[in-house]
């Protein structure tokens, strides 16, 4: 039993002169810290996707109930046409028609160009999930060279570990009490004007 | 109202140039070009005659801030404006922006007003428009 626990100490000493020796210890420690970030970032993504998701289908639901309308009085106006040309267009029915076309038209638009714009989540998305998979590429690697350094002699080549390069900090997720982010355009717009442009 | 503007739209997110280029067509410049990064963006620049960029700033090979910079030193560019639209909203990059001679600044995601806001603002200041 003693020998174990002395096995167990020397390879507990080991992996400490290992970590310390390769470098790893801060890094580790950096990247066990970046892991709540990490978290709210994934939060975000289902957040930004989930409210993208919402828009698109409210749009659609309306755009289709205008396009359902539409259908419906394109039929009602072919009708009386058909039964008296003359009329519908002496009473007006022709050209009421023509403007709620017109209008439903200019609303659909405006869905389709809101459903357009909900596609950005892909943009910002995408920028956080590419921090994400560094982060977790950062930790991997770290993993990996210090089980290569730790194993028995059998390879000692190890993968370089990747350069940290957010000098950009991408979409923020967490702006609330940060006075360094702008939480809105008109933020952006004073802090520009207060600049002078 | 359609002009003869040309745009190019900078982004490394395909998504985000359709979107943009969309927006441009709907408020009637439908002449416009992308590129996915400062590199590309800087080459197609040079080549041929563009009056406006509306650029992101986090892209590979060149970021937006790289690209301003080197817009703004080229004697044949540095008239053209560039608009930044971008999730960074850090206010020194903001600032730094600005200072580096950024005709405007958008913070993603935005809607389409401002961007016509903004564009029309550039376009006036510019004389474009």
Known sequence: MHDVHQRIGQLTRQLHDSLNGLGLTEQLKDSVEELPDAKSRLTYIARLTGDAAEKVLNSVDQAKSLHDEIARETRRIAELIVKDPVAAVAKGHVMNFVTHVEQSSKAIDKHLTEIMMAQDFHDLTGQVIARVVSLTTTIEEQLVQLLIETAPAVSTKTTPVAERQHALSGPAISPENNPDIVTSQSQVDDLLASLGF | MATELRFLVVDDFSTMRRIVRNLLKESGYAEADEAEDGVIA?????ASKFD???????????????????????EKLKHIPVLMVTAEARKEDIVAAAQQGA???????????????KLNNILVKTGLK
């Open chain 2, 52 to 74: 406006f960029v509306v650029s992101d700033i986090n892209m590979p090979n060149m970021n937006g801030f790289q690209l301003l910079a080197e817009i703004k030193k080229d």
């Open chain 2, 103 to 117: 005709a405007g600044y958008i913070v993603k995601p935005f809607t389409k007003a401002t961007l016509e806001d």
């Open chain 2, 42 to 46: 800087l080459g197609k620049l040079r």
